[in-house]
């Protein structure tokens, strides 16, 4: 009698040829440093990029914010930006979208229709509202699902800045679902990955840590003095500098409190000092846009302090160069970061950070040699670093430059293509293990 041959199911390509990215919150296309933007923004561009140049097609599924946008945007060669429209194009913010999640998995599996099946090898989601889109779509298409959290409901939680609202049940529910059925999660730090591990219960073996990076090829050390021409800023000031999103979770009243100490106690610092804040109003920051400039009133700073809107959309990042290397010390005063790209952007143009002892931070800045760690957010302790920091700039700011030298987006890409196969071939490998 002839022996029965089992029907084994293809076998799909280790090497990825097309993911699928969700950032559904945010646009890639949008300019960080204001509303929803920020860190993730720059990390989808950076990353998608690279795994371009390594051979694999990255389409991008965002929500369109506009009715102008067109479907479908080419971001560089290999890398295209697909417009999914989910409720009304203006108006809603990231706490409106839960309630659009169908229609905004309703418009990747439309597109991913429109091709012949096995289209996708893998899914990559940003962000919890992007993790229950890819969560579905994984399961329709029969492909894995990596997913980065970037940040985590219950770690917010726990360390919320006066006036923040803790984040909803509904988040820390729907991250939880998605921590359980992705193939892989991303931590960006080992403290991250630990935080899935003691919080979410994640399972060792899907946890993955990929540091992200930071464009060393851009951000690198150069003239502090043309740079302060170019911005107006006087050769002889001393430049204590915030970039980032205005919102009470990145802290930036800190630098205000600890800048107003500094004057308390050298009066004359008044002539030279400069606080410049660069961003824009963000979360629960927008409720309150002007919250800033009244702290600085109140303070009596105001004549010090300088505010700046981030670059606009398309302008070129020179110009945040230029703050990073004119400045004497970045702040990042966070009350929790999963990374701090900031920091690394500056420390990368030889600027050192004094920043918040938390979370990422504690991998970005390495305290004593290429900044300072603050415990607390007191204006006493972080008056005291930011003097010390001023004090020992040249010191710090080699330290800074070797620290950065360490990240880079090429080796963040090859860790998310390394952890890209390892999902595939665990996919491929169940039907097989079940056929036998």
């Known amino acids: 009698m002839t022996p029965r041959l089992t029907q084994l199911p293809p076998v799909r390509s280790v090497h990825p040829r097309r993911v699928a990215v969700l950032s559904v919150h945010t646009s890639p296309l949008e300019q960080p440093g204001t509303g929803d933007a920020g860190g993730l923004n720059v990390y989808v561009v950076e990353t998608s990029a690279r795994l371009a140049a390594r051979g694999v097609e990255v389409e991008v599924f965002t929500r369109a914010a506009r009715s102008d946008l067109p479907p479908v945007v080419p971001l560089v060669p290999g890398v295209t930006v697909r417009h999914v429209t989910a409720g009304p194009y203006e108006g809603l913010s990231k706490d409106d979208l839960p309630a659009q999640l169908c229609a905004l998995t309703s418009g990747v599996l439309r597109a991913e229709a429109a091709h012949e099946p096995g289209w996708y090898d893998v899914v990559h989601s940003h962000y919890w509202l992007s993790g229950q889109v890819g969560w579905l779509a994984s399961e329709r298409w029969g492909v894995p699902l990596v997913h980065t959290a970037h940040t985590l409901a219950k770690v917010k939680n726990l360390a919320l800045a006066d006036g923040d609202a803790p984040e909803p049940l509904r988040r820390v529910v729907g991250e939880q679902q998605v921590v359980d059925a992705a193939d892989r999660l991303v931590a960006n730090t080992a403290d991250e990955a630990g935080q899935l591990l003691s919080l979410y219960d994640a399972d060792p073996g899907r946890v993955v840590t990929v540091e992200p990076g930071v464009d060393l090829e851009h951000f690198r050390p150069g003239e502090a003095s043309s740079a302060r021409t170019r911005l107006g800023v006087p050769p002889d000031a001393v430049l204590l500098l915030f970039v980032g999103r205005i919102q009470p979770l990145k802290a930036p009243d800190v630098l205000l409190h600890a800048a107003a100490r500094l004057l308390q106690h050298d ?15 963000s979360g629960t920051g927008l409720l309150e846009p002007t919250a800033l400039q009244d702290l600085a009133h109140a303070l009596g700073i105001a004549d010090v302090v300088r505010f700046e809107a981030p670059a606009r959309q398309g302008q070129d990042r020179s110009r945040l160069r230029d703050w990073y290397r004119a400045a004497d010390v970045v702040a990042v005063p966070s009350h929790n970061e999963s ?3 900031v920091a690394l952007e500056a420390q990368a143009c030889g600027t050192p950070v004094v920043a918040t002892d938390v979370g ?12 300072l760690l603050v415990p607390g957010h007191g204006a006493a302790a972080w008056a005291a670093a930011l003097a010390r920091a001023v004090a020992e700039r040249p010191r710090l700011s080699r330290g800074a430059v070797r620290h950065a030298a360490d990240f880079s987006w090429d080796r963040t890409a090859d860790g998310l293509l390394d952890t890209y196969r390892d999902a595939v071939a665990d996919r491929t490998a169940l039907p097989l293990a079940a056929a036998r």
Not at 270 to 276: E, F, I, S
Not at 360 to 371: A, N, P
């Open 339 to 341: 990374f701090g790209l």
């Open 360 to 371: 990422g931070l504690r991998t970005t800045v390495r305290d004593g040699v290429s900044g």
């Open 267 to 281: 009066p004359g610092l008044r002539d030279r000092l400069v606080v410049a804040v660069v961003g824009g109003p």
